[in-house]
């Protein structure tokens, strides 16, 4: 459904204003004005509309291990081994219908651009399928139907570990070299709601000159390159080992840090590291519920601001998808390190979950509330028993106090995606959440 | 409305259950059925009925700060002032309604029993209420047209800090002595819903002598008795500084330490501390929602388990209103610090937020779903989009996944006072939010 105009008591315009009217035309915003009631046929919501919430860095897939690896003792290690489980079963069209009703299950959290780091690329024995990008392109229908904008990060994956050739599961993620994989991801291409991104999985899995070779494609072609960067410090240990260099030095010897790169984790880094990073001008994507679920530990986000990176966030592991979250988080987070409250300002981790994450992975028209900007919009309830309170400080509740279950509105290129808390076509989302469990259950 | 019989797809005993069938008669279970499918006038519910949560630490006016303090750079400390700008302007009629709004959002997120920490016993100047207990009564009101459960904690506060009187604000807390605090509180009477405890605020608050007395006190009438503990860096420099000793070791030698005391956060202890606390067999209430929110720090729950000591989990500052978050925060704190996975158990994690916080707060009949036990069970929906998932771990699903926005039904002695997430009495709970947040509106 096509919206002419939305209004609402209160718009995060980089600020918060009330009674605004936000209207849209051809997909982007045109008009918007403050102080104002709302006029025949506008949707009208008592709530606050901040730009539509941005999810970077999303693996959809792993939703469905949410509670299959909570018991007994672990580690990030033993998690990825019930996920490699679970990523050895998928076939496009099981893939399909499980990113159907992950996606469908962000857009409920209002999330209206996700960026999903996708590696599972063949058939379960590394064979490519007829198709070669059956499963990207499994991914790209899938956002259609949930109605959310995507960025497609096809993820360069070719060894096991820095001294290991891919093995099991594995295969199913390497092309055997960057151009075979450069071939294969010629075929994929951008529409109104589709753009692409290239990604370098991390330095245990793509060697130096390969990593060269990513980042040079990317950069000649202005695409964003995402790489999994410094979530443990295991991987660190053996980059040093293997490389005598830490993941984040490797890198820029590689060629990889500009400003289209993003960091995603950047958990465990030395000081020169936040300084390549810095000066690189790179964004770094934290991933707070699942650094914490998986036990990778507190990313430096103060830090990483004062060298000059960005940050954006992302649900990852889909321990939960909760973008407001995983914005509160990065401040909630960095209190326990420093004992302080107040690192980072509510605008500050607005714009984590909006405009760092929209530009992350290339979109940089969107992730604001401004005209020309593409018409992408979160509507929060504050008036639920959980968000009510001081009119004083509506952004702060909605960023401390809201949770997914709080969104009653998403709005993607100025079509209504959710209303009233319900997505126009799959309605709570727990039908396609039920098909999609049981197309993988053991 | 007095229930009959719940039945639902999935109860925890202990463990998971299906299709049970729990009768209830007199505010009591009489009678649990497995494997068996409803009865005419049952109410069926599809989801995981747990024991009712346990609030076991609320200061119950501190919710009106939510979205308040979020900005600027501040601590504890500075959290704190604003905290006491919001006490100086309560009356027992503002206090009553505010509790009354509390206690709703509380039920409302499945919270059957609350455990609240009442220091603001006399008037803005510190004179006693011609009603002494005025304060005290408004909470017990609140507590009964909210339908909630209630351990009302009367905090006995003597001085401002370990060498400062009472001053401002503070004046509303103390009694001036301790024979005066027990000759106030002489007037407190128990019914079936209600029960009495009493408290020391914190070492810094009340002197060695005093908490001895209060402990005595507490002891003679098999009282639990509760006290802030070790909350901060600061207040153990200060107590070791004035007294030679940690918080712990004074409670100890004063005589405070035994089985029913319950030590509110014990987030920066010593290892002697550690080892007194687990041969007292007290109950540790960790508040982590809060801990983060003050950058209070993550207290060592694995260590207090070894010890000795028993877990429960409160609200406190109502930054959020979650035991469900509370449960899981223990165990996800955990893996920031140590990055490991399942230092706690899903069942371990249900146990700090149902019957170790009823022990602590003298309902040793409650927090667990039982026959005999009282009649005291929440309802969570797993058919969410957010916590459908694999059938095996319906349990760790609602633990992990779940938030209260998720809680659909809370019957409290039998009574139904949440039914399919509204209040029986307050619906969604938001206009008495409203009302109550008139009440203090600055």
Redesign the interface.
């Known amino acids: 459904m096509s919206l002419g105009a939305l209004w609402v008591r209160t718009a995060w315009l980089g600020e918060p204003h009330t009674d605004v009217r936000i209207v849209m035309s051809g997909g982007r915003i045109t008009e918007i004005q403050t102080g104002v009631g709302p006029q025949a046929d506008d949707v009208v919501r008592n709530g606050l509309a901040i730009p539509g919430l941005v999810n970077a860095h999303s693996h959809a897939f792993h939703r469905?291990l949410?509670?299959?690896s909570?018991?007994?003792?672990?580690?990030?290690w033993?998690?990825q081994r019930e996920m490699y489980r679970l990523a050895e079963c998928l076939t496009p069209q099981s893939y399909e219908r499980v990113a159907t009703a992950v996606f469908?299950?962000m857009v409920?959290a209002g999330i209206t651009t996700v960026g999903e780091f996708h590696y599972i690329h063949h058939d379960a024995d590394g064979t490519p399928y007829a198709d070669r990008n059956a499963m990207g392109e499994a991914l790209v229908t899938a956002a259609a139907a949930s109605g959310i904008r995507l960025t497609l990060i096809d993820v360069c994956y070719l060894r096991g570990w820095f001294d290991r050739p891919v093995s099991g599961v594995q295969r199913r993620f390497s092309d055997g070299s960057v151009g075979a994989w450069r071939d294969r991801i010629a075929g994929l291409q951008a529409s109104a709601t589709v753009r692409h991104a290239v990604a370098i999985h991390s330095v245990r899995a793509v060697a130096e000159h390969d990593i060269t070779s990513v980042a040079s494609f990317a950069r000649s072609r202005a695409m964003p390159l995402h790489a999994h960067v410094s979530e443990q410090?295991r991987e660190n240990a053996a980059c040093i080992e293997h490389t005598g260099l830490t993941p984040t030095a490797l890198l820029a010897r590689a060629g990889a840090i500009g400003n289209l790169f993003t960091a995603v984790h950047a958990t465990h880094l030395e000081t020169d590291d936040l300084a390549t990073l810095g000066a690189g001008g790179v964004t770094a994507c934290m991933c707070p519920t699942t650094e914490?679920?998986?036990?990778?530990?507190?990313g430096p986000s103060t830090e990483l601001i004062a060298a000059g990176v960005a940050i954006a966030v992302g649900s990852d592991s889909q321990?939960?998808?909760d973008i407001l979250e995983e914005m509160r988080l990065v401040e909630?987070?960095e209190?326990?390190v420093?004992?302080?409250?107040?690192?980072h300002?509510?605008a500050d981790l607005l714009r984590m979950g909006t405009e760092n994450g929209a530009r992350s992975l290339g979109w940089p028209d969107t992730g604001r509330i401004e005209v020309g900007a593409l018409a992408d919009i979160t509507v929060v309830s504050m008036?639920?028993?959980?968000t009510?309170?001081?009119p004083?400080?509506?952004a702060?509740?909605a960023?401390?106090?809201a949770?997914?279950?709080?969104v009653t509105d998403t709005i993607v290129g100025g079509e209504a995606v959710v209303l009233d808390g319900n997505h126009v076509r799959h309605g709570?989302?727990?039908a396609l959440?039920?098909e999609a469990?049981a197309l993988v259950?053991e």
Chains 1, 2 share one sequence.
């Open positions: 469905m949410r509670g299959r909570y018991d007994g003792i672990g580690s990030f033993s998690w469908t299950e409920l410090p914490r679920d998986l036990g990778d530990g507190i321990a939960t998808i909630l987070h209190r326990l420093t004992n302080r409250r107040g690192s300002s509510t008036e639920s028993v959980r009510t309170g001081d004083r400080n509506v702060s509740r960023v401390f106090s949770t997914a279950a709080d709570d989302g727990v959440a039920r469990q259950a």
